[in-house]
C-alpha cells in the first residue's frame, strides 16, 4: 500500500486541480477506477469529457472527485515526471559510449537509459530489449508515437552478440507487433567497422524497409569510440574509403526505396559524408529532415536556414569582432557559413576554432562533447573579440554546465570574454553573430570595464 498512488509535487494556480483543493503532498489513487502505472495511463485517462478521481490527502482522508473537465489538463504536476522509475539497460553493447566514459564525472552521466517511454517524451532510441508484451500493448492501446528504435541489425545471432543480450534477437520480433498495429516508428544503426557493415547492412536496410510506411526512417551513424577503450570490445575507427563504400550502399537503396515508396528511408548521418569526403544531399533527400536528432542533415538544414535568414537582411554598418568555437567535425562548414555572414555584414569579424577533443580522444569531433577545459586549453591567448559563441548541444539540457562540470561562467572568467550560448538553427546563428544573445548592452559595458581592470566578473555580477 505504501507504493499506491502518485504524490503530487505541484498544483497550477488557478487549474481544475487547485479549484478542487487539491495540494502538493496529496495522492492521486485512481482514475475511473484505474490505478495509475505512469504518466501514459494519466494523460490516457483524464482525456475524456469527465473522469471519477480518488485522492488520498495528506491528513488521510480519502475523496473521490467526479471532474467535468470536457479533456483539459488539471493542473497537477507530479513527484516523479514518469510517474514511475526510469528504466536502466540490460544490454552490454559493444559501441555503448557510456562504457567508454573516464572516471570521476557527475553520476547522471554512467545511467544508461533504455525506457520505451522517454523514446515518446523525449525522442530516446530504444533497443527493446527492457520491453514485456505488456508493454507493447499499452503502446498500440494509448496509440502512443512515434517510437525510436535502436535497431543495429536486423540479423538475430549478430544482434545478440552486439548487445551483449542473448534475448536481443528476439525483441526484434516487437517491431513487427508495432508494424500491425500501424504504429509510426523510426530506426537507427550504429555502425561498427567489420561488425554490422556491408552484407550486414543491406541485410537491415532490406529488412527493415519491409516496415514502410510505419517504419518512417532509419539512420546509419558511425559508431562513436573515445580513448577510454581498455577491456572494451576491439572497434576500429571508420577511413574515408568505408565511408564512401556505406555512403554508395544508403544512396543505391535511397534510389530504389523512393521509385516504389517515395520515401528516401535510409539516411547516412553527416559523419559519413564528411569522412568520404563527399557533399550532402540536397534538401530534398531528407525527407523533412526526420532525422536531425541523429545528426542527419543538421548542416545542410543550417546552411539552408543561413541563406534564407540573410536573404531578408541589410548591412547595419556595424563593426564588430566576435569568435565562435565548435568541433573539429562541423568546423570547415561554420567556416563557411561565417564568410555568408560576413559577405553581407562586412563590419563583422569572426574568428572561428575547432576544437580538439582532448578529454574524451581526438576520434570525438562532435560539438556536444567538447568540455570547458578543452575549451579553456585551447582558446587562452587566442582572439577571441568581444564575444565567444558557443553551440547549445555543448551544454546539459536547460542549464550553463559541460560535461566536465565547468560552467559558462567559468569559461568567461578564464578567457575575459563574454560567452553567448547560440541555438541550433540557421536563424539563431545569424542573429547571435550580429547582436548579443542574452545579456544587456549594460552588462556587455561592465564586462568590457572589468576586462580592462583585469577583474573577472562574478556569477552575481552577471546576473546583475
Avoid at 572494451?232 to 571508420?238: D, G, I, N, S, T
Wanted: charged residues 25%; hydrophobic residues 35%; proline residues 4%.
Amino acid at each position: 500500500m505504501s507504493k499506491r498512488g502518485h504524490i503530487i509535487k505541484e498544483v497550477d494556480p488557478d487549474s481544475i486541480a487547485d479549484q478542487l483543493e487539491l495540494e502538493p503532498g496529496d495522492t492521486v489513487l485512481s482514475i475511473d477506477g484505474h490505478e495509475l502505472e505512469d504518466i501514459f495511463d494519466y494523460e490516457y485517462y483524464i482525456n475524456s469529457e469527465s473522469i471519477l478521481m480518488a485522492v488520498k490527502k495528506m491528513n488521510g482522508e480519502e475523496w473521490e472527485l467526479e471532474i467535468e473537465n470536457q479533456y483539459e489538463d488539471l493542473g497537477i504536476t507530479f513527484e516523479n515526471g514518469l510517474m514511475s522509475e526510469y528504466r536502466s539497460c540490460r544490454n552490454k553493447c559493444i559501441f555503448c559510449f557510456i562504457d567508454q566514459m573516464p572516471p570521476g564525472m557527475r553520476e547522471t552521466l554512467y545511467f544508461k537509459d533504455d525506457d520505451s517511454r522517454l523514446s515518446f517524451l523525449q525522442g530516446n532510441y530504444v533497443t527493446l530489449t527492457n520491453m514485456s508484451d505488456h508493454d507493447i500493448d499499452r503502446i498500440i492501446k494509448f496509440k502512443l508515437a512515434p517510437i525510436n528504435i535502436s535497431v543495429h541489425t536486423t540479423n538475430p545471432a549478430l544482434r545478440c552478440e552486439m548487445l551483449h543480450n542473448r534475448f536481443a534477437g528476439e525483441a526484434l520480433d516487437k517491431i513487427q507487433r508495432l508494424y500491425e498495429a500501424e504504429i509510426p516508428m523510426n530506426g537507427q544503426i550504429v555502425l561498427c567497422k567489420g561488425v554490422n557493415d556491408g552484407k550486414e547492412l543491406e541485410r537491415t536496410i532490406e529488412d527493415l524497409s519491409k516496415y514502410l510506411p510505419y517504419m518512417e526512417s532509419v539512420s546509419a551513424v558511425p559508431v562513436g569510440m573515445s580513448k577510454y577503450r581498455e577491456g572494451l570490445y576491439p572497434l576500429q575507427p571508420f577511413t574515408a574509403e568505408d565511408a564512401k563504400e556505406i555512403v554508395e550502399i544508403i544512396g543505391r537503396w535511397q534510389k530504389k526505396l523512393y521509385k516504389t515508396h517515395g520515401n528516401h528511408f535510409i539516411h547516412a548521418s553527416d559523419e559519413l559524408y564528411i569522412l568520404a569526403g563527399l557533399p550532402f544531399p540536397e534538401e530534398n533527400n531528407y525527407d523533412g529532415y526526420i532525422q536531425l536528432e541523429n545528426g542527419v542533415g543538421m548542416l545542410r538544414l543550417l546552411e539552408e536556414e543561413i541563406v534564407a535568414a540573410l536573404e531578408t537582411m541589410k548591412d547595419d554598418h556595424k563593426s564588430e569582432e566576435i569568435s565562435i568555437a565548435t568541433g573539429t567535425l562541423a568546423a570547415p562548414y561554420i567556416v563557411r557559413h561565417s564568410k555568408m555572414v560576413q559577405e553581407k555584414f562586412p563590419g563583422r569579424v569572426i574568428h572561428v576554432y575547432p576544437i580538439t577533443n582532448v578529454f574524451f580522444g581526438e576520434q570525438i569531433t562532435v560539438a556536444g562533447l567538447i568540455t570547458g577545459q578543452d575549451l579553456i586549453g585551447q582558446l587562452k591567448g587566442q582572439a577571441l573579440g568581444r564575444r565567444l559563441l558557443l553551440p547549445e548541444c555543448m551544454f546539459r539540457s536547460g542549464e550553463e554546465v559541460f560535461l566536465d562540470d565547468l560552467t559558462r561562467q567559468d569559461v568567461q572568467n578564464a578567457l575575459q570574454v563574454q560567452v553567448d550560448i547560440v541555438k541550433s538553427s540557421g536563424q539563431d546563428f545569424v542573429q547571435a553573430v550580429l547582436e548579443p544573445v542574452e545579456e544587456s548592452e549594460a552588462s556587455y559595458e561592465a564586462y568590457e570595464l572589468n576586462s580592462l581592470a583585469g577583474i573577472p566578473l562574478s556569477s552575481k555580477g552577471m546576473d546583475e
